[in-house]
């Protein structure tokens, strides 16, 4: 089969496409494989007859020409614990957590150590989003975006395939935070527009506390948020997207977009409530915002600004079509679609995760095109990424010969 | 869960390489969850459907970077709910569009832009069909073709997505209409059963008397009720985590475009020498005879080249 695609393809695949498809077969020789395999046999014993399927058919167990995949981890969203020293950043490509010291560096060109990598079928962690650590209880926690529809929570020293703690959540989980003062944890669900809250460590199908959700929100499709439990309010970035009808198929009108915006909220609020404050419109510079940390101390916002490439700080107090006041971004910077931010106030760091391979930790007031300070890598730096998030579907251009594949 | 970006790769490209073109950013009025797309040919454009937003957005084929769509089809009109999957025909200057919640195949004019009311619209208890997740088109032979993740049980009410979700429902298949079919009628055929091996299909594609599909058969029921309010009945926590175990009984299958029943597939790509987990999305090259496959849990992209498939 291979030989046929040396022809055909005008080229041999190279060694990297061979290591990566041993790798995919000792993944599915292992616990994942394994666990796939009993469902299968079940579905076998109970009506269907797989032998059969396919046992006549032409085809069968062929190798493919190519495949397109990085074997890296992709960093995603940052939680931390400055008191403990901990960085934990979620990783949907491996479908794993990196936890790393928070004074760990990589100013070589190798990646950085990590302490623990979390991964595996015990630890229910797949597309990961948001991550959130709670000192008091030495957890850190991950919200499973998509047909994940989790919280998986794990004890700091966890690593490997580690049995999770786990929670049901709506399906579409995005961001999450913790409140000490409350003992709530708190998501965004980008799918029906809500910020939901429970008991911190709730498990099973513990119901929620309370959702802040509804038309006088003003949220759409919300992503990273923060919990400021000094001023008791709540933040979410939102990328803008809205449908009531792809939660109600009662409801008969429609979708709509809507500018990207930051919506603040009094923690304790409850139901379709407005927001105390909204930062929204052109002079904000919000392209598919999708991470955001607030400094209490020094009354700001940090807001990893996806598709603009960038991090804006706002006033924590900001509201309107305010301009940040400060913008990190440009080649020195290395701030490319950055997926959140956190504040290491301790250090008077920001920290920033790209999509991908790298994680600078900038100094809190950085402005510009600054250089980072350091680096926190899971890959060789210069390591380039396929940069799939969820790749569900795809097209073919016959006209340019090329494949079309959405995130 | 990323950056809902659209990526253009080289055909030939492989391993760990990035995209040679990436449309992205708010001004693409792109969502997460572009759960179908596909290249029209005869318009030189690229469509997504957004669930997020129930929209279907249109670029200009090689579109790059930060760019407006071209049309955007979105509002009370147009029915849409949960689009997923497309297809565009031609021959007769149509789109076609699955939709996974409303259980409707909605069919527009190929150069519909805004609010527009579908020009017919397959859908209701005849059908049979629940959570439609692709599409396709056949105007050779003048057939529609969706598959499904589920399809209702006789007598099951006309519940959709919602709340009823898994109940009084059988497993998916492939359902094949008269193109020019409307409102709630029976398919013309319709393959599934335990011999065809699909308990949910995902998208679809068709060459001439070739159907080709993929077939995900491990289960998944999403805890909460589709609203988000509170788990469903029964619930006691998580699902199965299905995209880190994956299903060995996973598969792309090929059928024969006259089949009708309970028919094995003639033709598959199964098995661990296929690297694939959780096939979901399919594109074919009938030209080079290859199945381009995605696969969220290796998170990539899958080609074979199988000439004897077509």
């Known amino acids: 089969m291979v030989e046929k695609c040396r022809q055909r393809t005008k080229g041999r695949p190279g060694k990297g496409i061979l290591a990566l498809g041993v790798a995919l077969l000792i993944g599915l020789g292992t616990s994942q494989g394994r666990l796939g395999t009993a469902i299968a046999n079940a579905q076998s014993k109970a009506h269907f007859n797989f032998a059969k399927v396919f046992g006549s058919a032409g085809g069968g167990n062929l190798a493919p020409c190519r495949v397109i995949s990085d074997p890296y981890p992709e960093f995603n969203t940052i939680g931390m614990d400055t008191k403990n020293g901990l960085v934990v950043i979620s990783d949907t490509n491996m479908k794993s957590l990196l936890v790393y010291h928070i004074n760990e560096a990589s100013n070589s060109s190798g990646a950085t150590r990590a302490i623990a990598q979390i991964k595996g079928p015990a630890t229910y962690l797949s597309y990961a989003t948001g991550v959130a650590l709670d000192p008091a209880r030495r957890m850190m926690c991950v919200t499973e975006n998509d047909v994940g529809d989790d919280v998986a929570c794990f004890p700091y020293g966890a690593n490997g395939d580690y049995k999770a703690s786990v929670l049901a959540v709506p399906h579409g989980s995005y961001g999450l935070a913790f409140s000490q003062r409350l003992h709530q944890m708190a998501l965004s669900i980008e799918h029906n527009e809500q910020i939901i809250f429970y008991r911190t460590g709730a498990t099973g199908a513990e119901l929620p506390l309370r959702s802040i959700r509804g038309p006088h929100t003003q949220m759409a499709d919300p992503h990273g948020i923060y919990w400021d439990d000094v001023n008791h309010e709540i933040g979410a970035v939102n990328h803008g997207n809205w449908s009531q009808a792809y939660w109600d198929v009662d409801y008969n009108g429609g979708g709509h977009y809507q500018p990207p915006s930051i919506t603040i909220f009094a923690d304790n609020a409850k139901g379709d409530v407005p927001p105390l404050r909204v930062i929204q419109g052109r002079h904000t510079q919000l392209n598919w915002p999708s991470g955001i940390a607030v400094d209490p101390v020094h009354n700001e916002i940090a807001v990893a600004n996806t598709a603009g490439h960038s991090v804006l700080i706002f006033s924590r107090t900001a509201s309107g079509d305010v301009k940040p006041l400060r913008v990190i971004r440009g080649p020195h910077s290395k701030i490319v679609t950055p997926m959140s931010v956190a504040f290491d106030l301790a250090h008077n760091t920001l920290w920033v995760t790209n999509f991908g391979h790298s994680a600078m930790v900038f100094d809190r007031t950085a402005e510009g095109d600054a250089t980072p300070l350091r680096f926190i890598r899971n890959a060789p730096a210069g390591t380039r990424t396929a940069g799939f998030g969820n790749p569900y579907t795809i097209a073919y251009d016959s006209k340019r010969d090329e494949l079309i594949v959405p995130n | ?310």
Request: glycine fraction near 12%; charged fraction near 15%.
């Open chain 2, 1 to 310: 869960m990323t950056d809902p970006r659209v990526g253009s790769f080289a055909r030939l490209a492989a391993g760990n390489v990035e995209p040679i073109r990436s449309i992205y950013g708010t001004i693409t009025k792109l969502t997460r969850v572009a759960h179908g797309v596909t290249y029209d040919p005869g318009r030189d454009e690229i469509l997504g459907s957004e669930p997020l937003a129930s929209s279907i957005v249109a670029f200009k084929g090689g579109s790059n970077g930060q760019v407006a769509p071209v049309r955007v089809i979105q509002g009370p009109k147009t029915q849409l709910h949960q689009p997923w999957g497309l297809a565009v025909d031609d021959l007769h200057h149509e789109l076609v569009v699955g939709d996974y919640a409303s259980s409707n195949i909605l069919v527009y004019p190929w150069d519909a832009n805004g609010d527009v009311a579908p020009i017919r619209i397959i859908g209701g208890l005849k059908t049979r069909m629940r959570g439609i997740s692709g599409v396709a088109v056949d105007p050779e032979h003048n057939l529609i073709i969706a598959v499904t993740s589920q399809s209702r049980s006789p007598g099951a009410e006309a519940g959709v997505y919602g709340a009823t979700f898994h109940t009084n429902v059988e497993p998916g298949g492939i359902f094949i209409f008269d193109r020019l079919a409307n409102g709630d009628v029976a398919p013309k055929a319709f393959i599934g059963g335990p011999d065809t091996g699909i308990l949910g299909a995902k998208q679809v594609q068709v060459w001439h008397d070739r159907i080709f599909t993929t077939v995900s058969n491990t289960p998944y029921t999403p805890p909460y009720d589709l609203a988000g309010y509170a788990p469903r009945k029964g619930c006691t926590g998580p699902p199965v985590p299905i995209l880190t175990v994956g299903n060995p009984n996973d598969f792309v299958g090929v059928w024969k475009i006259t089949d009708d029943g309970d028919v094995p597939p003639e033709f598959v790509i199964h098995g661990p020498n296929t690297g694939m987990a959780s096939p979901t999305g399919i594109a074919i090259d009938p030209q080079d005879g290859e199945i381009f496959i995605t696969d969220g849990s290796v998170g990539g992209t899958f080609s074979f080249l199988v000439p004897q498939a077509f």
